[in-house]
């Protein structure tokens, strides 16, 4: 490796997650949580991390991790406690006696994920099934995954280099993917930027090199553009939380620098300004006071509070041509959209009082889709490929005529759109239009397009070059149910052939 990561200069204790969980829950009752580290530290005695260091310094940052996106005592506690059972001569048994069940239960579902040791694909593929059975049980164990994943990346160089790669790799492609789809922005921009330094060190360097200049010139005067807004909104009697200059993620504007030929010029939120005020009402009239004060880029206004993308993120997105002669973009949110840009899923935590918490069943649907997957395909290899593609794949929103919002993944087709509503639009689609225009079976369908089918219902079912563009596993499971019923009857279609798409 030509880049070798410093070491953390901080070394986390058991006092830092005290005053990590303190922020959030002033009076929390932390004793359980001390006898768990007072375990944990007992179970790994001897044991050493690759650095050298005490094996303890991992699942305190582990619990540490989970403390930064404020969860809840039972998740913080099974951090600690995470690689007891698997590593150790204590059992699970031994965690529930001391710790109680919801603890066991976390661990139990963590540990049962293994440490993904990588033992081929067979081992991979049925380790990544368990995790989605886990966490359709409890969807924490996933974040103590994540926090145990995230410390893993961070002293990854002490680990031999092809394993080096394949951990950042499966962060990056499975951990960071399933991040962005519960909405954790903070803890995927985290895997995704420290993934990509040991994928691509090159290409890491160029990005920092590259933004270097254009972010010295943005900071310049940044201080007074805040000024000048802050000023006006205050005698538009908005009442401001906070505005501030949020540095776009190494990965992210990496992706983006490659969208546009790799040319920085064209990033205008290399360094975006978020304004965080009390109301919905605020955001709008927020964006309506900047609007005035200076001139929108546009095309680039994007209300993602009347369309929230699929993941749940909610704001209001501007570029502005400010009088300082520079573009900014300015992204309006409320607090509690900014808890849920941050935290996503995690949020739901932040705030639990007693009782049970409310999850968005909707948002958690795609977790059994990826379960039922498996029930579908023959080989680890089709399963692998169709998580990636399906669950993994950027995701899209598109309207029907009527406005509903209809999720899909990158690429999706209206053949795609037709079988996601309902299976008798998809066999009897017999072509489209897009924003009003008649479009080709096999357009790209873009976010924000409204997409309407056109029935023919003489139709017989699909077509078979269909399966050359269509992009969906849904879409391809009917159309080959649909051929196959037509196949006995009218059509004498070979399938054979098709079952390799
Ligand atoms: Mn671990």
Redesign the pocket.
């Known amino acids: 490796m030509r880049l070798i990561k410093k070491l953390q200069v901080k070394q986390i204790t058991i006092n830092d997650v005290i005053d990590k969980i303190r922020e959030y829950q002033p009076d929390v009752d932390i004793e359980l949580l001390e006898l768990a580290y007072d375990f944990a530290k007992e179970a790994h005695k001897g044991q050493k991390r690759a650095s050298g260091e005490p094996y303890i310094i991992?699942?305190l940052h582990?619990a540490y991790n989970l403390a930064k996106i404020k969860l809840d005592m039972p998740t913080i506690i099974a951090g600690l406690l995470?690689?007891v059972p698997e590593?150790t001569d204590r059992t699970l048994e031994d965690v529930e006696k001391n710790f109680g069940k919801e603890v066991a239960q976390l661990v139990y579902g963590?540990t049962k994920l293994g440490?993904l040791k990588y033992r081929g694909l067979e081992r991979y593929a049925e380790n990544l099934r368990k995790m989605f059975i886990a966490m359709t049980k409890d969807i924490r164990v996933i974040f103590v995954k994540f926090a145990?994943?995230l410390?893993?990346l961070e002293t990854l160089q002490f680990l031999p280099p092809e394993k080096q790669k394949r951990i950042a790799l499966e962060s990056l492609e499975i951990y960071a993917a399933i991040a962005n789809r519960l909405g954790m922005n903070e803890i995927k921009h985290q895997l995704e930027d420290a993934a990509f330094q040991t994928l691509s060190p090159e290409e890491y360097e160029w990005v920092m090199s590259s933004r270097k200049e254009p972010e010295r010139i943005l900071l310049k005067n940044l201080e007074k553009i805040k000024k000048k807004i802050l000023k006006e909104l205050h005698d538009h009697d908005i009442e401001t939380i906070v505005v501030v200059g949020r540095q776009k993620m190494i990965y992210s504007l990496y992706k983006k620098l490659l969208r546009k030929d790799r040319d920085i010029n064209q990033i205008y939120d290399i360094i975006a300004l978020r304004i965080i005020v009390p109301s919905i009402a605020d955001c709008y009239k927020t964006m309506g006071v900047l609007h005035n004060m200076w001139r929108p880029m546009p095309g680039r206004i994007k209300d993602y509070i009347s369309v929230p993308k699929p993941n749940g993120y909610q704001s209001l997105h501007t570029t502005i041509f400010t009088d300082y002669g520079q573009i900014v973009e300015v992204q309006i949110r409320t607090q509690e959209m900014h808890e849920q840009a941050e935290f996503g899923i995690a949020a739901h935590w932040h705030y639990k009082e007693s009782g049970a918490i409310k999850l968005p069943q909707e948002q958690l649907k795609w977790i059994n889709e990826i379960v039922d997957i498996q029930k579908k395909v023959n080989t680890n290899e089709e399963y692998l490929r169709e998580i990636k593609l399906d669950i993994f794949s950027d995701r899209i929103y598109v309207f029907t005529p009527q406005g509903d919002v209809i999720d899909l993944p990158e690429g999706a087709t209206p053949v795609d759109f037709a079988y996601h509503v309902h299976t008798y639009l998809g066999n009897h689609c017999a072509g489209a239009k897009i924003n009003d225009k008649m479009a080709q079976l096999d357009s790209e369908l873009k976010s924000g397009d409204i997409v309407e089918i056109i029935v023919d219902k003489k139709r017989k079912g699909p077509s078979a070059d269909w399966f050359d563009f269509v992009k969906t596993r849904s879409a391809r499971d009917h159309m080959k149910t649909a051929l196959k019923k037509n196949s006995r009857g009218l059509f004498n279609l070979d399938l054979s052939n098709l079952r390799k798409k």
């Open positions: 991992h699942p582990t995470h690689d590593d963590v440490t145990d994943r410390h893993n």
